[in-house]
């Protein structure tokens, strides 16, 4: 859980400098939102997954890719959500949505791998 704070704070900074360098008029202006709503799945994923080890350590195939659906269906709703009401560019919404995605999914397999490598070893 910690390293997705550092993450989230990292990603901050990064948002905070391309507004700094006027980079920002490629990012869509909900991106606050957008990282608030990977930040609370990345937490919520976290919760799950530390039950589903509390439980039955032999289920996590199971309490992971539960957690994977969640996530997903989830995304679906917000983007929906977003389109429905109307945010102004949808197309730059969709990217940057998309692209956080797909940062916060490659650091979770990375954080996985780093597990379970730590755990057959």
């Known amino acids: ?9 990292f990603l901050g900074i990064v948002l905070f400098a391309a507004d700094y360098f ?8 909900e991106k606050w939102s957008i990282l608030a709503f990977f930040f609370a799945v990345s937490l919520l994923q976290h ?24 996530r997903l ?3 679906l ?6 389109l429905y009401f109307k945010v102004n560019s949808p197309n730059s919404f969709v990217i940057t949505f ?3 995605y797909l940062f916060y ?9 780093r ?6 070893e």
Request: glycine letters at 6%; charged letters at 20%; hydrophobic letters at 50%.
């Open 1 to 9: 859980m910690f390293r997705t704070i550092l993450v989230t704070l």
């Open 105 to 113: 999914t490659c650091f979770e397999i990375y954080g996985l791998y």
């Open 98 to 100: 998309f692209v956080f």
């Open 115 to 120: 597990n379970l490598r730590r755990d057959l």
């Open 77 to 82: 709703v917000f983007v929906g959500v977003f």
């Open 73 to 75: 269906l989830l995304c």
């Open 47 to 70: 919760r799950l997954m530390e039950q589903g080890f509390k439980e039955n350590r032999d289920k996590f195939v199971q309490f992971y890719l539960t957690t994977v659906v969640v």
């Open 22 to 29: 006027s980079l920002g008029t490629y990012i869509h202006s």
